[in-house]
Structures are given as structure tokens and as C-alpha cells.
């Protein structure tokens, strides 16, 4: 059936239009086409994204019967969905030591040209500056990895401040990176980290 779908400018994209081009699902009878928490796909649509394209927003495959019992995330989510959350939860130890996988920190920024050496040189210039900058970000940002880049500065762990701020940039969308860039850079700039903020904002 064809039909006519009113877009409205939604606050998810930099234009907040939908890209021309791109698949997208709506639901019936919900108001501006918003999906409701649960979809069943009875038949599964037979779509998947190119590998170097994937979903922007990837729906989680689950097993309902096993979510109505009760089970646990780990339990009741199925298929893809699955296989990602096993994934992520390997790379847990890199992207809390590093902020990315450790193939990804070996070739980026300041690693680039010494390998992972170079992280051992990660380190304030003026520890008074840095923690300025730092206490200017957290106050901007509001963000919990931010405030785990705070709690890494007092403990003098200089590497988890790179990792913790390499966390939230990658969370955050265009609009807040454009915001928050002037935030970021200095406190880059004080841990000798140049090349990281280049490759980073």
C-alpha cells in the first residue's frame, strides 16, 4: 500500500530531514511514524547494511518468549543481536584502557608514527592547566565519561583521561561535537596529545 508520510523535522540528524536514498521503518498506527518499544516482524525483513555502511540505529533482535519469562538481557536478546553484544563485550578491557579497540589506538593520532610507545609520553605539561581545561569541559558537558576523565586526572592516571574523553566524543553527535570542540581541544593540547585532538575533532 501506498502512502503518504508527513516528515517532520526530527532532531536526530544535522539537516533533521531523512536522507534521501536510506531505508526507513515506521509503524502504523503510531503518530509520526515512532516505532513502539516492541516490533514483531512476522515475516523478518530480509535487509542487511553493506559492512562499511552499517544501521545508524541498529534495532536489538530478541527472543520474546524469553524476555516474558523473565530472562536476562544476555539470555533473551537473539540472532545479530546477539552476536554484536558478544562482540562489544570483548572489546570492554580496550575501550576502557584506550577508548577504542587496541587495532584502532595502534594506528590513530599520537600512535601513528611510535605505536603504542608513545602513550607512555601522555602526560600534563602543567598539571594546574590541564586540570583547568578539564573542570571547564566537565562543567560544559555534563557528560559521565567526562566526569570519569575528572576522576582519572585526580588519580594522576593520565592515559585513562585520554581514553575517557576519547569515549565521549565518539558518543556524541554532530551538533554536540561541534559545540563541545573548543572544550576538547585544550585539554588535548596540555597532555601532549596533539595528534589525537587533529585526528579526534
Known sequence: ?????????????KSGRRTEGAAYLVSEPSEDGILPIIVVLDDPIPFRP???KPLGRQP?????????EGAEYEEFIAGASAER?????????ELLAFGMPL????????CRS??????????????????????????GSGDQEVARAWAAFSDRNWLGVLAALHRAWRKYSPDKRERMAPYFW????????????IDLL
Open 186 to 197: 585544550p585539554v588535548f593540547m596540555s597532555l601532549d596529545a596533539t595528534e589525537d585532538a
Open 50 to 52: 553493506p559492512s562499511d
Open 114 to 139: 611510535d605505536g603504542l610507545e608513545a602513550l607512555k609520553n601522555v602526560a600534563p605539561k602543567d598539571i594546574r592547566g590541564t586540570g583547568r581545561h578539564l573542570r571547564n569541559l566537565t562543567r
Open 103 to 110: 587495532r584502532d589506538r595502534a594506528c590513530f593520532g599520537i
Open 1 to 13: 500500500m501506498v502512502r503518504t508520510v508527513i516528515q517532520h523535522k526530527r532532531r536526530c540528524s
Open 85 to 93: 553484544y558478544k562482540s562489544e563485550r570483548l572489546k570492554e578491557p
Open 60 to 68: 536489538i533482535e530478541i527472543n520474546l518468549d524469553a524476555l516474558l
